[in-house]
């Protein structure tokens, strides 16, 4: 019965959850906007060009076999093509004009596709562009170390932007596996107890720890086994934006082989000439050698 409680996370190489489906409905057309929306902008914009390229063949090629086009040559894909180009984009420079019927219908209705899909692309963009997001870095790699001669867990984020977040929350889930006595398996999620899950003001950096103290569910876990139990954290951040004004989200996640044990950060500041300090980002992902915590 493995994974028949709960499915177990996926991770991407960068930290994220990838979700997979098998056997599910197809979505079809009727996701086709919330596709466009989420895509890659890779995608979208190869889709739009596409699109664009095939709808303008399209109506050359009816060009070409009605006819009626005043200035074309005769049977010329490349007059038609340019034609349709015009009409799609209402440029009209008034060389070629449609001059039968059939050539008019088919202006009428190239006109009013361009019309609808100029509109429905700029939504799209618009849509795409003004999404909020938090500009949140998350740290590679979570570490295990001592601190105050208690076996902690910890990573670290950053606000990426000068902007700073108000309000940070932060709640980070556990998943393993774990065995009923009649041998049955399942994946469990299990919320963390952090020294800190909340922050008024999130500018810069943000270390998150968690005790592996009795009261915690990882008392007396090993990196042996955490690979062996599978362990997963999935992390979420939401707080509100002052450069947006909304509220805005970000979320992560670490595998066992993300934790580094008996490791810690690397110091993360550094002094500058005139007393200050500064947030160095070169040094974000570097840990250091410590101790081998024991449970």
Request: proline residues 3%.
């Amino acid at each position: 019965m493995k994974g028949s409680f709960d499915s177990r996370p996926v991770l991407n190489d960068d930290g994220s959850v990838r979700i997979e489906r098998l056997n599910g409905r197809r979505a079809g057309i009727r996701d086709l906007y919330y596709w466009l929306l989420t895509t890659s902008r890779g995608k979208f914009a190869a889709v739009l060009v596409v699109g664009y390229f095939v709808l303008n063949t399209f109506f050359a090629l009816a060009y070409v076999a009605g006819g009626g086009i005043e200035n074309a040559r005769p049977g010329a894909f490349e007059d038609a093509f340019f034609f349709s180009v015009q009409t799609m984009a209402t440029i009209g420079y008034g060389k070629m004009v449609p001059t039968s019927t059939l050539a008019n219908v088919l202006v009428t209705i190239e006109a009013g596709v361009g019309l609808f899909g100029i509109a429905v692309s700029a939504a799209l963009m618009f849509s795409r562009f003004t999404r909020a997001t938090a500009g949140i870095l998350f740290s590679r790699q979570a570490v295990v170390t001592r601190l105050n001669g208690v076996p902690t867990l910890m990573f670290r984020l950053a606000n990426e932007r000068n902007d700073l977040i108000h309000e940070a929350r932060i709640h980070v889930v556990l998943v393993r596996t774990e065995r009923s006595p009649e041998g049955h398996e399942f994946r469990r999620l299990r919320d963390l107890a952090l020294e800190r899950s909340f922050t008024p003001i999130l500018g810069l950096s943000w270390t998150i720890m968690h005790k592996l103290d009795k009261d915690s569910p990882l008392y007396g876990c090993t990196a042996d086994a955490a690979r062996d139990e599978e362990l997963q954290f999935i992390v979420h951040l939401a707080g509100h934006h002052e450069g947006f004004q909304q509220e805005v989200h970000s979320r992560w996640a670490y595998s066992a082989k993300d934790i580094a044990w008996g490791a810690r950060f690397a110091d993360l500041f550094r002094l500058l000439p005139d007393g200050g300090r500064a947030l160095d980002y070169a040094c974000f992902n570097q840990i250091v050698a410590d101790p081998e915590p024991e449970a």
